[in-house]
């Protein structure tokens, strides 16, 4: 289909050249008299004005016909080239994801996992249809990874960016292993990190507003500035936790029941 729209328009194009040469040759030709033969009263210099006028009204509308070819020529181009463009990008998305993938499943090099993370962050950026499956890959890489302490430097950095920036659905952590994670400023709204182990956790400033905290560890937590409205924080615990008057908590939740500290 394309090969034969491609045929038609080289087609059109050389007939509309054909054309324009037809035209000009007439113009410089017997065209001009031939229109002016059923004129009379013409003096001969009003004759050879006229004739001249009808010759330079020919070649005004070949070079406008021109112009505008020449005009839906560029633009055909630069669409192609755009298409070739989106294309080349396209490819290159799919090739960087498709390797960091592979770099986050090497069970030998922390460095190459850790490629792998900032290599993912990098094609979310780029990419945005593509982070939703970002999300959910470095989510299940944190939960299969975070399972003891010291945490891994590459499920930190997963951890990093994840919650710095806006994805769509929710980031799940459940579980995750991160007590004295460095995580203030997390914007982790809806998270879910029921049963998370964040003992300890940096969690100022942090977004958390309906978040899944039930069953999280969050004793000894920093939660000063922290939005946790409307957060789910059913069975968990928060002794030691340090908060300041900034920080914001779900509707009937008292601080000293819960053995939260102000500081």
């Known amino acids: 289909m394309r090969l034969t729209l491609r045929v038609l328009g080289w087609i059109a194009v050389v007939l509309l050249a054909a054309v324009m040469i037809v035209i000009v040759a007439l113009s410089f030709g017997p065209l001009p008299a031939k229109v002016l033969s059923n004129t009379t009263g013409l003096s001969v210099a009003e004759r050879i004005k006229a004739e001249s006028d009808i010759r330079t009204s020919l070649l ?22 755009r298409g070739q463009h989106r294309l080349s990008r396209r490819t290159a998305v799919t090739e960087a994801f498709t390797k960091a993938v592979e770099q986050l499943g090497d069970a030998e090099s922390s460095a190459l ?15 945005p249809a593509e982070a939703r499956r970002i999300r ?33 659905g929710k980031v799940d952590l459940s579980r995750a292993e991160l007590s004295g994670a460095e995580l203030g400023g997390a914007h982790l709204p809806g998270g879910i990190l029921a049963g998370a182990n964040l003992t300890g956790a940096k969690l100022n400033r942090a977004q958390l507003r309906h978040a899944d905290l039930r069953g999280a560890d969050l004793r000894e937590a920093d939660l000063r500035s922290a939005d946790l409205r409307d957060t789910v924080l059913e069975d968990a615990r928060l002794s030691g936790a340090i908060a300041d008057s900034a920080t914001r908590w779900p509707p009937g939740f008292v601080m000293a029941d819960n053995g939260v500290r102000l500081a």
């Not at 470095?138 to 930190?156: C, G, K, N, Q, Y």
Request: neutral net charge; proline residues 4%.
């Open 113 to 127: 996992r850790l490629g792998g993370v900032y290599s993912l962050d990098r094609v979310a950026a780029d990419d």
């Open 136 to 168: 959910e890959i470095l989510s299940a890489f944190v939960r299969e990874r975070a399972v003891s302490t010291p945490v891994p430097r590459d499920v930190i950095a997963a951890v990093s960016v994840l919650a710095a920036r806006e994805w769509p």
């Open 60 to 81: 005004q509308a070949v070079a406008g016909t021109l112009l505008v070819v020449g005009a839906v020529t560029a633009w055909r181009q630069m669409m192609i080239a």
